[in-house]
Structures are given as C-alpha cells and as structure tokens.
RNA sequence: GGUGGGGUUCCCGAGUGGUCAAAGGGAACAGACUGUAAAUCUGUCGGCGAAGCCUUCGGAGGUUCAAAUCCUCCCCCCACCA
C-alpha cells in the first residue's frame, strides 16, 4: 500500500478505490498527486430537503469521513441555494419549497448527523450552505461570467440529461441550470477554501465535470473529481428501503434498534461489501469475511450491524441493541477471531432488551383482557385491526412465545411475564408491553 | 391557444353500466424450509368485533334501480400543432 509521503497516512485514493468507493475518477494520476500533499479539501453535496440523513447517504458520509482519516479536509455542503428552488428530478408531485428557516434548521441537524462521523471540530471539516453565495446572485452578472463557458451543445449530450431528454417527463429549465449552479458552487468552494476535489453520486458526474471545466476556464487551474458506485442490494433494491419507508440516521425516526436490524438482515452476498463501505473495520479482517458461511457469515452480519449502529448511534445505542437482539433472537456467538478489531468483542453478548420497541399500559385496562388483534394493531405490530386479524389467522402472531390461536384471544393480566408481555408479529417484529 | 391521448387500490397495469374491493405482475406481509440470508412452495394483501356494512378508481356535480365505467364543468400530465 503506497503511503503518502511525510503524513504516516494511507492515500485516499487507495482507501477509497480498495474499499469500493470509487465508479470513476477525473485524471488519475494527477488527482493522486493532488492528495499526496496531506490537508486538502474534498466536498460533497448534501441535499438539506429532509430534517435527517438517512442510510442512502451513508457513501458520501463515510467517504469524507476517510477524506479527514487520510489527513484531509472535509466539506460538506448543504445545499440551501438549491433547496430554495426545489429538484423537480424524477419527482411526480412538485417538492415543497422550503424557505430559508426550514433549510438551516435542516442543516443544523445534518450537521449533528454528521460531527457522529465527522470531526468538526478546529475547522478540521467544514459544513457550508451554498446559499450563502446563491441566494444573491444576479441573474445578469451570471450568465455574462459563467453562463459564457457553458455549451448547451455538450450539456444535452450528458447522460444525465440524456435520458430526461428522452423521456417523457422531460426537463425543466430549472433542472437544466442546476448544473451551471453546482459548477459554481465548485468554483466559490475553490475559491474561498482552496477545494479541489469533489466527489458525489455516479448522477453526479456531468455536474462534478461542469465544476472542473469552469474552474479550468475561468481560473485556469486543475481541479478533479470522484464518483461513487450506486449502492444497490445484491437482490437489486436501493439501499435503505424497507416496508416502512426510509431507514434515518435519526435516532427519533429510526430507532437503533430498528437500524441494527436492518443491517442484520442483510443480504449474505454483500456482507463483506457492507463491512467495507460501512464499517471503518481493516480491510484485512474484512477479506477474510470472504471464505464465512452459514452461522459464521450471520456472526460477521451482528459485527457490520454494530459498528454501523456504533457509527451512527454511538457505542451505548449500538451495544444496548445487540443485547436486545440476543435476548430477542438468541446470542449466538462471535467467534473471536472474526474481525477482531470490532467493539463488539469487548462486551460479551448479553440478554438485555431495553432496546427493544415497547409501551406501557394501564393494568385495570389489562386486567379486563384486550382481543389479540385489537392490542397488535394498538401497540403498531400491524397497520390495522384487519391486518391483526389476517396475523393471528395466518399464525404469526405469538404471546410470549406461544402462538396465538384465535384473533380475538383475550390477553390479560395472567399472561404478564416478570411484569411484562413480549408479543411478536412474524419472525421478527417484536413490542414488549409493561403495565404502568 | 388548438387537436389528440391519458389520470385506477403501495408501484406498474387491466377493466368502458351490474357477476368490481376491482384481472395480472411487482413490492410487502404470514406460514413451511432455514442461518434474523437467499431461493422455493403455499396463503394473504382497503376499513370495520362474522353474515353484512362502510370508504375507494384525478376533483365537483348529474343521469340511472345500479357508475371506475355514461353526461357536464374543473384540475393535472403527455404528444403533436401554434
């Protein structure tokens, strides 16, 4: 592995390229030779429309959370400007608009999402908001000085715009500028903080392009860029879907326990891809996930869901969720030489379920004895009462372990365990119930 | 602005007066098999304490015993013309 001279450091390019983070590059060799001088700026753009970053921007996330390990600066930059306007990419209803108070009260919230993997402390990263520059442009001013270098010729053979192009939805003026735009961003990121790397989703590459051709025009100098594959399950979903929507990094909106789950269940065949992009694990232990199957392969699977979780939540949240995963699913060892430079072995599994979802309710209420399907559907197990209905009938219903025979069982008082009912809809949606 | 086509349940997409809570596919959920995986097979897949009732087919009205299906107005999308 070539270290970069002087720093100590592996090279960026190298992590990035050996943990699967690369789809394309500008100028090879020319970008390396750019990051071998260590404290260089590296930005990407984070799109401030939601309150929370959620897992499908973990790639971007991650990868300038290595820009900082190699001994760069990273810049996230929020994209105030933009939002103002609102994407109509691939949209079939028009995107609110959100005025300037949503976006920063957005980015606020980004940002603490961020510091969890990013240092952003002593200007080590940085966190800007493109609408400090966009929101006064003059339109004249613009098209005189950077709307001159832009030929709609080459922008309509990108092969972003291609396909809109040809599609029926078509695109809009709007959109069309949004190139010019991000250039710009570019250039006053190149300007004001010396960046001269961006890096962005493989739909990114005809804007990160326009950056790079901008600056070389109007500062004559060199700047590059970096695109990232899209991440797609080996079953071809995008990352981070599932029956309930979006998985967040907000622990309010995705709970730990729930994203722990969620990278358990991940799919054999991109465990070790996984633990590279997601985890900051060595690359040699990561290999060796390569020759695991059966137990050991779900043993690796409990090791990506706690650094991720880890990542993300913290080490308490992530612990607190593997203990309530093993006293939910059993404990199933790790084998101790299985990545070894996880947390995760120096806490021994433990039966703890205070990570597991739950409510209370009140014990005259239960002492009356509620229908089966009528609790499931109250405590969110199932969507509605019908749904609980068609659970219990389907035999997926369980109470502390035992399946439920009839929808409208009566669950009272007696079937407290330890002060408390464990239901389960399936095989691994569980609510645990306490009387208040 | 004109002409033509279209808006159907989470998504795609049939359905042109009753047999429609609405074909088919996908997604999802449950069961079996397993390893909290994949694949496969089976079942389910608007709501409501059964029969039955209620709400849904862009929106609002109307015709009819009866409408997603017919009529009127409106909104939105697409194509071509201007």
Redesign the pocket.
């Known amino acids: 592995m070539p270290i970069s001279e002087g720093t100590g450091m592996t090279h960026l390019i190298d992590v990035l390229y050996e943990r699967g983070f690369v789809e394309q590059t500008t100028h090879q060799d020319e970008l390396r030779e750019y990051l071998d001088q260590a404290g260089r700026s590296c930005y990407i753009g984070f799109d401030p429309t939601a309150d929370s970053l959620h897992i499908g921007s973990l790639v971007p996330i991650m990868a300038l959370a290595h820009v900082q390990r190699c001994g760069h600066i990273p810049i996230a930059l929020v994209g105030g400007g933009t939002g103002l306007v609102g994407d109509p990419s691939g949209k079939?209803e028009m995107r609110k608009l959100l005025g300037p108070e949503d976006i920063s009260r957005n980015a606020e919230s980004i940002k603490s999402q961020l510091a969890r993997f990013i240092d952003f402390e002593k200007d080590r990263a940085l966190l800007l908001n493109n609408a400090d520059w966009l929101a006064h442009l003059e339109y004249i001013p613009f098209l005189r000085d950077v709307g001159r270098h832009f030929s709609v010729n080459r922008m309509i053979r990108a092969e972003s715009y291609k396909m809109r192009l040809e599609s029926?939805?078509?695109l809009s003026f709007i959109e069309f500028n949004y190139m010019l735009l991000q250039a710009y961003d570019f250039l006053m990121l190149f300007d004001r903080h010396g960046c001269g790397l961006q890096m962005g989703g493989s739909d990114q590459w005809g804007n990160i392009v326009a950056g790079i051709d901008l600056i070389r025009r109007m500062r004559q100098k060199s700047a590059f860029g970096i695109t990232f594959p899209l991440i797609t399950t080996s079953?071809g979903?995008k990352m981070g879907k599932?029956?309930k929507g979006a998985v967040w990094l907000d622990a309010g909106k995705t709970s730990p326990y729930d994203y722990f789950?969620y990278w358990?269940?991940?799919?054999?065949r991109d465990v070790q891809r996984f633990l590279a992009l997601f985890t900051f694990l060595p690359m040699a232990e990561i290999q060796e996930v390569e020759t695991l199957?059966?137990?050991d392969?779900?043993a690796a699977?409990?090791v990506l869901a706690f650094e991720a979780t880890q990542l993300a939540h913290g080490l308490e949240a992530a612990k607190k969720a593997y203990h309530a995963?093993?006293s939910?699913?059993?404990k199933?060892e790790i084998p101790a030489g299985l990545l070894s430079s996880s947390a995760i072995h120096k806490g021994e599994a433990e039966f703890g379920d205070a990570a597991v979802p739950r409510s209370t309710i009140d014990r005259k209420e239960l002492e009356s004895g509620i229908?089966a399907?009528?609790l499931f559907?109250r405590v969110g197990l199932t969507?509605?009462?019908?749904?609980a209905?068609?659970?219990v009938d389907?035999?997926?219903a369980?109470l502390n372990g035992e399946r439920i025979p009839n929808f409208?069982t009566l669950i009272s008082a007696k079937d407290l365990k330890e002060g408390a009912i464990l239901l389960r809809?399936?095989?691994?949606?569980y609510h645990k119930l306490s009387v208040s």
């Open positions: 079939t029926d939805e078509g079953s979903a599932t029956e789950q358990v269940n991940t799919d054999d199957s059966g137990a392969l779900n699977k409990r995963a093993a939910m699913f059993g199933g229908p399907f009528q559907c969507a509605s009462g019908s749904a209905r068609r659970l389907q035999g997926g369980y409208d809809a399936g095989k691994k949606r």
